[in-house]
């Protein structure tokens, strides 16, 4: 299934990565090369990408395994996505809870938060862009278009070189990952303490929930957790349609002269990286389009989910903020004073972040692998699967303990929004930012146009004042909360 609708709109606005389309993809490029070898297939006569569209042959198409066979090499069978599964994913990380926090944003930005809300959408859909094209060479001689590189690190290395890469960049993801983890349980714990208001304290709500989610140690491919993400797009369409509807029959009571034209320099920072924070899914492109059964679909699913999210999560911030004005908080449904409508939404809330845990977990697994368990001489120590492509049981112990890490740190966590604001400004920046343009100048340098590249320079500069500024100011309401024995 393909993305067939048009997209004029984003094609204006990104008019470089129209060209790119007429280079072909090479007839085997690192990652299917990587797999047939693996799986043990290279003599196998599998087919590999079509060069006129890179389409994948069919039985990879139809999201099988590449093989019957089990791993010879102690490795997952790789599993192909389709871009509706791609899309899912992409929806789950720039969709997720932390709309549930935008309209807070709205209270200390005004309309420059609903501003930044579409600019974020579109600037990230580019540096995403830019992000993926690092991955690939053109062969001088064919004009082809070689997956050189596979991760996000392997780009960085490029550029900074093994050693410094692996530090700088391993760490932010991780950084990254596991708070996004964090979040969501100290979210399920909120959610269900102020639903069920019974003697149990918040520590153990926040444990409850943690039970659900340890099933996630047993994923070991993309497709398990496209079917999660569709799942929690699901109910995030619910949530909206339900909160939305309520809003609307509030329309007598907005309070439209509650909304500010003015910044507020010392509040607005926090809800600027909320609102990055918001749409952090660069972790994960790599991973996703080299998974994808037909990687020419990327670009437009980039696109409309990009879009999409920029105008729900707009609407949603705005009109929520009508309602309520100046009592807003930062989890919106702390509003809500009806029982039992903020006990159905409040349901409704915590299986969306059961169900948008896997993404962000699976990655932050997949990132401790590929440094320490792919097996020797490669790191220093073994892989997680026998040779029969299946999870050793002392792999299945190790994929568990970083879902007790998080939930040890969301028992002890602070504000769920200004804890948003503070991880939004430091790796959100860096890794939608700031990186995607600074390494696409240092690899696609001798190709770039001029305006290219004063627009990679200006996405820089803002990332990094913009990253600099919150993170001072999240680092201030942390401790003030502290100070206040919030914490």
Request: charged share 15%; hydrophobic share 50%.
């Amino acid at each position: 299934m393909t993305f067939s609708m048009g997209t004029q709109f984003f094609r204006r606005i990104m008019p470089r990565y129209e060209q790119d389309e007429t280079i072909n993809f090479a007839k085997a490029d690192h990652i299917e090369m990587t797999a047939h070898t693996e799986n043990g297939s290279a003599g196998m006569n599998h087919s590999a990408p079509d060069a006129a569209n890179g389409h994948l042959p069919t039985s990879y198409e139809s999201g099988v395994t590449l093989v019957k066979s089990p791993s010879s090499s102690g490795a997952p069978v790789r599993k192909y996505i389709s871009a509706w599964d791609a899309g899912w994913n992409i929806t789950n990380a720039i969709q997720g809870m932390f709309l549930v926090a935008l309209p807070y944003a709205v209270l200390h930005g005004g309309y420059w938060s609903l501003f930044f809300l579409l600019f974020a959408a579109a600037v990230t859909c580019y540096t995403g862009l830019l992000l993926v094209d690092c991955l690939y060479d053109v062969d001088p001689f064919t004009g082809e278009k070689i997956r050189v590189r596979e991760t996000y690190v392997d780009i960085a290395r490029e550029v900074w070189g093994a050693r410094f890469a692996a530090r700088i960049v391993y760490t932010a993801q991780f950084i990254e990952l596991i708070m996004t983890c964090i979040l969501y349980l100290v979210l399920c714990g909120d959610l269900m303490d102020s639903t069920f208001q019974t003697s149990f304290p918040l520590k153990s709500w926040t444990i409850i929930c943690c039970f659900f989610v340890l099933p996630c140690a047993f994923l070991i491919n993309l497709k398990a957790v496209s079917r999660l993400s569709f799942g929690c797009t699901v109910a995030h369409i619910i949530i909206n349609v339900v909160i939305l509807g309520y809003c609307l029959t509030k329309a007598n009571n907005w309070q439209w002269k509650e909304v500010d034209y003015r910044i507020n320099i010392h509040d607005f920072p926090v809800s600027l990286g909320i609102v990055i924070f918001s749409y952090t899914s660069h972790i994960f492109l790599p991973t996703l389009e080299g998974s994808m059964s037909n990687r020419d679909d990327f670009k437009t699913m980039m696109y409309w989910t990009h879009g999409a999210a920029g105008f729900f999560k707009m609407l949603f911030a705005y009109l929520c903020y009508l309602v309520w004005g100046r009592d807003t908080s930062d989890v919106i449904t702390d509003n809500l004073t009806s029982e039992g409508f903020k006990g159905f939404v409040n349901i409704f809330l915590v299986i969306k972040a059961l169900l948008s845990f896997p993404l962000p977990y699976y990655a932050a697994i997949e990132l401790l692998e590929r440094a320490f368990f792919l097996g020797k001489p490669t790191t220093i120590f073994p892989s997680c699967f026998a040779s029969d492509g299946y999870l050793h049981v002392w792999a299945l112990f190790l994929r568990s303990l970083p879902i007790v890490f998080t939930l040890v740190l969301a028992i002890y966590i602070p504000h769920f929004g200004v804890l948003m604001g503070l991880i939004g400004s430091f790796t959100g920046t860096m890794l939608s930012f700031v990186w995607p343009c600074w390494f696409h100048l240092k690899i696609k340098w001798h190709v770039t146009t001029w305006y290219y590249k004063i627009l990679h320079f200006c996405i820089i500069l803002t990332g990094a004042a913009c990253g600099s500024i919150g993170l001072i100011y999240s680092i201030e309401a942390l401790l003030l909360a502290y100070k206040n024995g919030d914490v």
